[in-house]
């Protein structure tokens, strides 16, 4: 039979290209408008396609014309459940925010940080490329910090760089905004605006919110204590860059339904491991936990007491005892598991960086953590996406082994070890156990035998036929980001091999890495699709 050389898409049922459409972003949908007329009219007859506008892509060009022309040819007057994210808008100003909702109200979701705005709450519904790809370009904390609310801000050493001002709103526009969407607001982000305790009374009426991120506000605990006993049906909450105390930590450890908790804890006279752990324990939804900030140094208590639902006092041999209905045998008895188990987890200490020289930086604080807590992730929390660990001290190569064998679908893993401290050789963070790898970030932590990354070994299994030879010889196939410092095995003919196989790989960092010869000041981060050859990073 012939093959059909003509089948093209536009010959589909409207039905089935609207069901296409719908998984596609605001930017593709721009560009499938230029295709034919066809698709124009389907794109812009569809209501629920402009429902959701994300202008944060286009927040360095997005003027308030553009986006009152947007939303008049887009919105229509009648709709309801608008969705708006101007994050990093910067020229988006206070005024046109209020002339905005003077025709346009009912919002479900509102989202205007200070930065582009990425973040792992809905990447398993909405993962996109593009987006994700414009953030790491364009954030400027990601682009010097690594990400987003990594590190207390400091200064910058570099005198010729200077950061641009964050974007602020007046809050009597956020307040406006908000006040027309009490009763549909269920998605509210406002990172690094400066709020005004007013704002957070108008913040507390949304009783409906589901996601609330207040992180950088400034906001007392006076004022957060305004906003937490009223917003019950919480799930996901950002409270980064903010001072907490024990009874703001009391108050969240009463949201029973938070499946997402971010907070900073840089005031160790207040909190202790101990607060924290008891707040964690009446958090039994909860899947991703990060912690910054941190100055209380010891967090085995925060993990194997506030995280942990079965105790654990040594290395696992294998992970069979794990059993498919969350069950786990401990002494010969069958204990049912009593919370989720995480997919998230990020732990990182208060970094005060300051000149050491020239192109160098000290790091004063640290986090400890022991061998106990990497064996009690691996038997209460197998199914980890996402593992960071930033200057963590206390523990040993064999406990982190130990850890990534039994984490088969972790996605990204950072690891950052304290300055002074020694650490043997990573063995297992190979493709065999970690197949699933998308990001990488290593400083100060070697691996045994870096050719590992792309060639495995024909006799670590049986391989049906040569096509599966071939799969397995590509090593980490997802690979998307790769950030190596102090890393002297990691050598030029790696970084080629990688980037020959790993398709997918877009951002790249490497300071003083083996015999690649970077120095600090061109340490930045770099697209691998526009560089061709290493020796042009």
């Known amino acids: 039979m012939e093959k059909d050389n003509n089948l093209k898409l536009d010959i589909l049922p409207t039905e089935i290209i609207l069901a296409i459409f719908k998984y596609l972003s605001i930017i593709d949908k721009c560009q499938l408008c230029q295709v034919c007329k066809r698709f124009r009219l389907i794109i812009y007859n569809n209501i629920e396609f402009w429902k959701y506008l994300d202008l944060s892509p286009f927040g360095e060009y997005l003027s308030n014309q553009n986006l009152f022309i ?16 101007l994050s990093g808008c910067q020229l988006i100003t206070s005024h046109a925010l209020e002339k905005l909702v003077e025709t346009h109200s009912s919002f479900q979701e509102i989202h205007l940080n200070a930065e582009p705005r990425y973040d792992n709450w809905r990447s398993e519904l909405e993962y996109d490329d593009w987006i994700k790809r414009q953030y790491y370009k364009k954030c400027p904390t990601f682009s010097k910090n690594g990400r987003p609310g990594l590190y207390q801000k400091w200064k910058i050493i570099k005198s010729s760089y200077k950061l641009s001002p964050l974007w602020q709103i007046s809050n009597k526009s956020i307040q406006t905004v908000i006040e027309g969407s009490f009763k549909t607001l269920k998605y509210l982000s406002l990172g690094n605006q400066s709020l005004h305790r007013e704002t ?12 609330l991120d207040l992180s950088g506000t400034n906001l007392d605990n006076a004022s957060l204590q305004d906003i937490l006993p009223r917003v019950i049906h919480l799930e996901f909450l950002k409270l980064l860059d903010l001072e907490l105390s024990p009874m703001t930590l009391m108050m969240i450890s009463l949201k029973k339904n938070l499946r997402q908790l971010h907070i900073s804890v840089n005031n160790k ?41 079965i105790f654990c006092d040594g290395p696992i041999d294998n ?90 679908c972790l996605e990204i893993f950072e690891l950052r070890r304290w300055r002074g401290t020694e650490l043997d050789p990573l063995q297992k963070l190979t493709p065999t156990f ?11 932590i070697e691996v045994t035998d870096f050719d590992e990354w792309i060639i495995q070994s024909e006799e670590s299994g049986e391989y049906q036929d040569d096509k ?42 490497l300071v003083r890495v083996g015999d690649i010869n970077f120095r600090d000041e061109e340490s930045e981060w770099k697209d691998t699709v526009f560089n061709k050859k290493i020796n042009s990073i």
């Open 319 to 408: 992970l069979t005892t794990i059993l498919e209905n969350n069950k786990i045998k401990n002494g010969g008895k069958i204990i049912e598991q009593n919370r989720t188990s995480l997919r998230h987890l990020d732990l990182s200490p208060k970094l005060d960086i300051y000149p050491r020289g020239q192109s160098s930086t000290q790091i004063e604080h640290y986090i400890t953590i022991s061998n106990s807590s990497l064996w009690s992730l691996a038997v209460n929390h197998p199914f980890l996406i996402s593992l960071r660990l930033v200057n963590a001290y206390a523990i040993s190569a064999e406990g982190i082994d130990g850890l990534l064998s039994s984490l088969q």
């Open 468 to 509: 599966d030879l071939m799969i397995r010889n590509r090593g980490f196939q997802d690979l998307e980001i790769l950030d190596l410092l102090d890393v002297s095995t990691f050598f030029e003919k790696h970084y080629d091999n990688i980037r020959k196989n790993c398709v997918k790989l877009c951002k790249v960092r």
């Open 269 to 309: 006279s207040n909190i202790s491991a101990k607060t924290i752990a008891d707040m964690l324990k009446n958090l039994k939804k909860l899947q991703d936990f990060r912690m910054n900030q941190t100055m209380i140094g010891e967090v085995d208590r925060v993990i194997i007491e506030g995280l942990s639902w």
């Open 200 to 211: 957070a009374i108008i913040i507390s009426n949304c009783s409906h919110l589901i996601q």
């Open 70 to 85: 947007i939303a008049k040819t887009r919105w229509k007057s009648d709709m309801e459940g608008h969705k708006l994210d």
């Open 434 to 444: 970690c197949p699933k790898l998308r990001e990488i970030v290593l400083h100060g």
